[in-house]
């Protein structure tokens, strides 16, 4: 089935959302008067969340509860700017938020019953503090950065080095890598990683900087092997 590109296209630019959690709107404690397009961000515990739209999500379980949104910018004609815990751009007042079984809440939530999934949290000091990825990814391939259709899954032998390798490389805030990297220029891959339990999380690959988003930069021999794995699509 052909995925949707506009979660590919959004995790780049996830940092600058952030800052607002609304898509096109910069400004501070503005008042909307009309439909305003916000980007699916909550908060809770201190790390910012991001909904997912585009994974199978028929392989995951909801655990406990563990609160549940408080306040959302989207019933606000004048929403405040920072989020707090317990906020949200648009979902509604009261929706539930639980565990999502054999994940850590700091990686991801269920809000009601859609996924949400770690984009920044201050405590992580690696991918794997970030994303809970550790021994529970299947698959990593090359997926269209048009349409978000799969191009080419890495070969056995770099799926294995990327999945023990990706997880400890060590996390950056994204707004840090882009004041590093020119506000991330350079052309980019779109990957996805297929977990064990059939979810997805894409991550998109910076050439000219050699980084990921979710964000850290590549170790030498990983950026190696992504460009290694990308010239195979064409040799084929």
């Known amino acids: 089935m052909i995925k949707s590109w506009i979660g590919a296209i959004l995790s780049v630019v996830l940092g600058a959302l952030l800052l607002t959690g609304c ?13 305003v397009d916000y980007a699916p961000i ?14 199978n999500l028929s392989g995951l379980g909801k655990g406990a509860a563990i609160g549940e949104i408080t306040y959302s910018k989207s ?21 539930q938020l639980y565990e999502v079984k054999g994940y850590k809440t700091s990686a991801r939530i269920w809000a009601g019953d ?23 990814i299947e698959t990593v391939r090359f997926i269209s950065g048009n349409d978000g259709s799969d191009l ?3 070969t056995p032998e770099a799926n ?12 950056i805030p994204f707004d840090e ?13 779109w990957l996805e ?31 190696e092997l992504v460009e290694q794995q990308r010239k195979l699509i064409y040799a084929r």
């Open 152 to 154: 080419m899954d890495f």
């Open 42 to 55: 909550l908060q809770w515990d201190g790390v910012l969340y991001y909904g997912d739209s585009d994974s």
């Open 23 to 35: 898509a096109g709107k910069l400004a501070l404690d503005t008042c909307y008067f009309d439909d």
């Open 75 to 95: 019933e606000h004609t004048c929403p405040r700017h920072e989020l707090r815990d317990g906020d949200a751009t648009n979902l509604k007042t009261g929706t």
């Open 177 to 189: 890598l882009s004041r590093q990297t020119k506000s991330w220029v350079g052309d980019k891959y």
């Open 114 to 136: 859609r996924l949400y999934e770690a984009s920044s949290n201050p405590a992580a000091k690696t991918l794997n503090d970030l994303l809970d990825v550790a021994g529970k």
């Open 193 to 223: 990683i297929e977990m064990k339990d059939g979810s997805t999380r894409r991550v998109t690959y910076n050439t000219m900087f050699p980084s990921f988003q979710p964000s850290a930069y590549a170790t030498p021999g990983l950026a």
């Open 160 to 171: 294995a080095i990327f999945i023990r390798e990706f997880p400890e490389l060590a996390y």
